[in-house]
């Protein structure tokens, strides 16, 4: 069964600093869909970024960017010039691209931003 | 452009009730997907709606039944609940059963 760990209940971080969030999967999949999702006290999740595992290139979105390790099965999430907004929990996620339709998440991470 | 709409935010119940939660998914959306969050954890599915049927649940006791109407709105229903049915529940919608989610805000249900 597919399963998606983050082993970090909590990451701290300063202010305009770099933190990586990690996250690693389990599947037999050869292709598939990752994702980070972002989960502020409003409780909505929001879409980070999105990586499609047939795709070689790291998916970037302005200061959010992945290392997609396919054979390590592990998607870290590099957030780069950290601010305040970006406290939050944050949720790596699976999909498969057919045949089934739910989403898979890990336990989420933590992130506190420090002024 | 309206998001997805979940109703009530708060809810608090005794056990052996049921409750109703309502999402209105985002306009142009056709597919409605269910997720409990307990706390400290990540979503977990519940079930998924499209053209006014489940098209797939997750490891979910027969209590959690849903509904799609044809205006694509959906309900999720929990009967007879327990003390650890207390948690988030998410709405997400998306175009078709592949499409990229959209998600609520949730409902907090606490039974007590």
């Known amino acids: 069964a597919q399963t998606v760990t983050q082993s970090q209940p909590e990451m701290s971080v300063q202010e305009a600093e770099t933190v990586t969030l990690s996250c690693t999967y389990d599947t037999s999949e050869s292709d598939y869909y990752l994702f980070w999702y972002k989960q502020p006290p409003s409780r909505q999740m929001i879409l980070v970024i999105r990586q499609e595992a047939y795709k070689q290139q790291n998916a970037t979105e302005n200061r959010f960017s992945v290392n997609f390790q396919k054979a390590a099965k592990s998607f870290s999430l590099k957030i780069s010039d950290s601010q305040l907004g970006d406290a939050a929990m944050y949720f790596c996620?699976?999909?498969?691209?057919?045949?089934?339709?739910?989403?898979?998440f890990g336990t989420g991470t933590r992130l506190k931003v420090l002024a | 452009d309206a998001g997805v709409t979940q109703s009530p935010t708060h809810l608090i119940k005794t056990r052996g009730q049921q409750v109703t939660l309502r999402c209105s998914p985002k306009s142009g959306h056709d597919t409605v997907s269910w997720y409990q969050q307990a706390l400290g954890q990540g979503p977990q599915f519940i079930f998924q709606?499209?053209?006014?049927?489940?098209?797939q649940r997750g490891n979910f006791p027969d209590r959690f039944s849903g509904h799609q109407f044809p205006n694509y709105s959906s309900e999720l229903n929990v009967n007879a609940l327990l003390l650890g049915d207390s948690a988030l529940y998410l709405c997400a919608s998306s175009l078709g059963s592949l499409g990229g989610y959209t998600f609520g805000s949730g409902t907090r249900l606490t039974v007590v």
């Open positions: 709606y499209y053209e006014e049927e489940e098209r």
């Open positions: 996620a699976y999909r498969f691209t057919s045949g089934t339709y739910k989403y898979i």
